[in-house]
């Protein structure tokens, strides 16, 4: 029985009660008793879950479900998101260092036959170092579906470094940019290890 059947037959019982003399009556009420407290009970034990899962390093789960679906753990109470943001981009600054920032944002890419190969080797031109965006490592991982890239701008080269990482799912791609302070370098490379870990929606 689903949602729907379970509602028009609770009303039928309350809006006529003389059913409840019948005996037929009385065990189809308490099938639908029985079932309705093991749904209530279901619902509890997943939102259970959903409230326990946790993650390393301070992260928790964001999950945007606006044209892409994607969930990805982030640290968001060090975090305020920044308003009107298109569908399914989200920007976040951080409450004491407005240059450290989290930008994620997904996308339907154009060529229909992208891979994650393809992806990896076009990305990161030598055009983005002319400009001052130096990548000093990059490296794809094929087990989770994503490649990243560890490297700094050279206006900020000695304070804030950045990761970036792009998951591909068919024609779907998200693309996660973290600028950190290098202080903390230490922290944003375990964060970056479990968000790749633990990044998608179960």
Known sequence: MNLASLVKT???F????????????????TAVCTLFILTIF????????AQSKKFPYG??????????????????QEFREKS???RA???????????????????????????????????????DEESG???????ILKDRNCFYALGY??????????????????EEVVVLEIHYPIKQKKLWMQRLQAIIQYAGCS
């Open 133 to 139: 965006k130096i990548i000093t490592k990059k490296e």
């Open 42 to 49: 279901a619902m509890i034990h997943s939102h259970g879950l």
């Open 153 to 170: 701008y050279n206006n900020f080269i000695y304070k804030y470094a950045f990761f970036e990482i792009s998951w591909v799912h068919k």
């Open 14 to 29: 309350h809006s006529n009660p003389k059913i409840l003399f019948n005996k037929s009556a009385k065990g189809h009420i």
């Open 89 to 127: 981009h989200h920007s976040f600054v951080h409450k004491k260092e407005p240059h450290v920032r989290i930008d994620l944002r997904g996308y339907y890419c154009d060529d229909t036959k992208i891979t994650l190969e393809k992806l990896f080797t076009q990305s990161y031109p030598a055009a």
């Open 84 to 86: 009107g943001m298109e």
């Open 59 to 76: 992260l928790q789960e964001f999950k945007n479900i606006e044209q892409i679906e994607y969930c990805v753990p982030l640290p968001l």
């Open 10 to 12: 609770m009303k039928m």
